[in-house]
């Protein structure tokens, strides 16, 4: 099954910024047939799709609150998705999480429900 590794968090102050990593094996088809996404979980609060890409093409979405501070890459050799974060904000304070769903129909879902392989999350604190 997909296992998806995230690296890269830590505590940051307002204005940085960050490069988060995640590491995808155990993948059945080939990388760019995946969908994966970047989602965040504060306390107290539902999680939020960051940004989602369908790595076949180059065509990231990003949440509004993100826009124009983060930006996703990927490096398919190394089947490896990054996050980076800059302009930091004390709002951006979460669990960060990457998640992945193979896509044959070139598409990413729109809820965090319907991506079934998820990471262990990596700790972002902006103070």
């Known amino acids: 099954h997909v296992q998806l590794v995230e690296s890269g968090g830590g505590s940051v102050q307002a204005g940085g910024s960050l490069m988060l990593a995640c590491v995808a094996s155990?993948?059945?088809?080939?990388?760019?047939?995946?969908?994966m996404g970047w989602f965040r979980q504060a306390p107290g609060r539902e999680r939020e799709e960051v940004a989602a890409?369908?790595?076949?093409?180059?065509?990231?979405r990003y949440a509004d609150s993100v826009k124009g501070r983060f930006t996703v890459s990927r490096d398919n050799a190394k089947n490896t998705l990054y996050l980076q974060m800059n302009s930091l904000k004390p709002e951006d304070t979460a669990d960060y999480y990457c998640?992945?769903?193979?896509?044959?129909?070139?598409?990413?879902?729109?809820?965090?429900?319907?991506?079934?392989?998820w990471g262990q999350g990596t700790q972002v604190t902006v103070s």
């Open positions: 998640a992945a769903v193979w896509s044959p129909l070139r598409l990413c879902p729109l809820r965090p429900s319907n991506f079934p392989s």
């Open positions: 890409i369908y790595l076949g093409v180059d065509n990231a």
């Open positions: 155990g993948l059945t088809d080939s990388y760019t047939s995946y969908c």
